[in-house]
């Protein structure tokens, strides 16, 4: 199974990737270069032939709709996360990829009071931030290709994602994530959709992932059930 792991150049898709490569064969793709004795194409993600044949013969696209940067502008995160994040898309359909999985963030969430049980069905109140719009919107054009059955579509929104022992000590954060929970998760999803029916109507998921604690700001009941798996790294240790 190959499977193409956009923003390559993040900690979280170069965890991701470490995850897989054991399993898969793994394409990375970023709008900059990285260095990795991995498969790597650098794309902008444009609409053109580029774009295309990055997704030629891929199986599964894990796309980090969820990765800003500290030197990208308003303007471009926005950007990254519409036109391009389609582009993507519309050229994974077209190439007849089945799945995509868009990681996205449980920051959409924050305003709903801390007492509220949130989960996966709720709607979303993003704000005016571009990283948290972008994120918005790319769920948005993921579901709307998954309800044209166009793609498999699974999003999943991540908490706070940190290693564990570089927080050890400090204040807690309660909606942190170990970011190799994060890519077992990943790599457990992209399992479980190898096990599906290709002939059955395209579908759309959404699940939430983040520590599992008494002191947790979401649940990730769904997710752990699902498949059958529970955060390994805790922060018990954080004041």
């Given at each position: 199974?190959?499977?193409?792991?956009?923003?390559a150049?993040?900690?979280?898709?170069?965890?991701?990737a470490?995850?897989?490569?054991?399993?898969?064969?793994?394409?990375?793709?970023?709008?900059?270069?990285?260095?990795?004795?991995?498969?790597?194409?650098?794309?902008?993600?444009?609409?053109?032939?580029?774009?295309?044949?990055?997704?030629?013969?891929?199986d599964?696209?894990?796309?980090?709709?969820?990765?800003?940067?500290?030197?990208?502008?308003?303007?471009?995160?926005?950007?990254?996360?519409s036109?391009?994040?389609y582009?993507l898309l519309?050229?994974?359909?077209?190439?007849?990829?089945?799945?995509?999985?868009?990681?996205?963030?449980?920051?959409?969430?924050?305003?709903?009071?801390?007492?509220?049980a949130?989960?996966?069905?709720?709607?979303?109140?993003?704000?005016?931030?571009?990283?948290?719009?972008g994120?918005?919107?790319?769920?948005?054009?993921a579901?709307?290709?998954?309800?044209?059955?166009?793609?498999?579509?699974t999003?999943?929104?991540?908490?706070?994602?940190?290693?564990s022992?570089?927080v050890?000590?400090?204040?807690?954060?309660?909606?942190?994530?170990?970011?190799?929970?994060?890519?077992?998760?990943?790599?457990?999803?992209?399992?479980?959709?190898?096990?599906?029916?290709?002939?059955r109507?395209?579908?759309?998921?959404?699940?939430?992932?983040?520590?599992?604690?008494n002191?947790a700001?979401?649940?990730?009941?769904r997710?752990?059930?699902?498949?059958?798996?529970?955060p390994?790294?805790?922060?018990?240790?954080?004041?």
């Open positions: 199974m190959r499977v193409l792991i956009t923003g150049a993040s900690p979280l898709g170069q965890a991701i470490a995850r897989l490569r054991t399993d898969y064969q793994v394409r990375l793709t970023d709008r900059e270069e990285v260095s990795t004795d991995l498969e790597f194409v650098r794309s902008d993600l444009g609409h053109d032939e580029a774009t295309d044949a990055l997704v030629q013969g891929v599964a696209i894990v796309h980090l709709a969820y990765a800003p940067r500290p030197n990208d502008g308003e303007n471009d995160w926005l950007d990254i996360n036109r391009r994040h582009n519309l050229a994974a359909s077209e190439a007849g990829v089945p799945s995509a999985l868009i990681i996205s963030t449980l920051d959409l969430f924050q305003p709903y009071d801390v007492d509220m949130v989960g996966e069905h709720w709607q979303p109140q993003p704000n005016t931030s571009p990283d948290q719009l994120a918005h919107i790319a769920e948005f054009t579901r709307e290709f998954a309800h044209s059955n166009a793609l498999n579509v999003v999943l929104r991540l908490g706070h994602v940190v290693i022992e570089e050890a000590g400090q204040a807690y954060d309660p909606m942190w994530l170990d970011q190799r929970d994060a890519a077992h998760a990943v790599d457990l999803l992209l399992k479980k959709q190898e096990t599906l029916d290709p002939r109507a395209r579908s759309y998921h959404v699940l939430h992932l983040q520590s599992v604690s002191r700001r979401f649940s990730s009941e997710i752990c059930n699902a498949l059958e798996f529970q390994q790294y805790s922060f018990e240790d954080c004041v």
